[in-house]
Nanobody
């Protein structure tokens, strides 16, 4: 059963914009915090943005002010609007449902989708 399907990536010049979409299964999406992660070659996957079911958002410092996460609860879909893109934003982007562990760190609890490649040229 496919739980997460990301789309919207592509090749863009520095300073450009992209909008990513993630269609999630109801079991992951409903009433849960959703997040966008990214993984660059040779690096660990990291959380860049999150959003609660009540639209409270949080961002990594590296994307704050440039990326905007949003969700459509009727469509079980989460979005990531990426503006002022930089070459260091190049990565595969993934979405997932989030939960807090005992140390108050966010972790992904769903099966990972295939991700969507974002490449920013200088």
């Amino acid at each position: 059963q496919v739980q997460l399907v990301e789309s919207g990536g592509g090749l863009v010049q520095a300073g450009g914009s992209l909008r990513l979409s993630c269609a999630a299964s109801a079991s992951i999406f409903r009433n849960n915090v959703m997040g966008w992660f990214r993984q660059a070659p040779g690096k660990q996957r990291s959380l860049v943005a999150r959003i609660t079911s009540g639209d409270i958002t949080g961002y990594a410092d590296s994307v704050k002010g440039r990326f905007t996460i949003s969700r459509n609860n009727a469509k079980n879909t989460v979005y990531l609007q990426m503006n002022s893109l930089k070459p260091e934003d190049t990565a595969v982007y993934y979405c997932n449902g989030l939960r807090l562990d005992v140390s108050s760190n966010w972790y992904a609890f769903g099966s990972w989708g295939q991700g969507t490649q974002v490449t920013v040229s200088s």
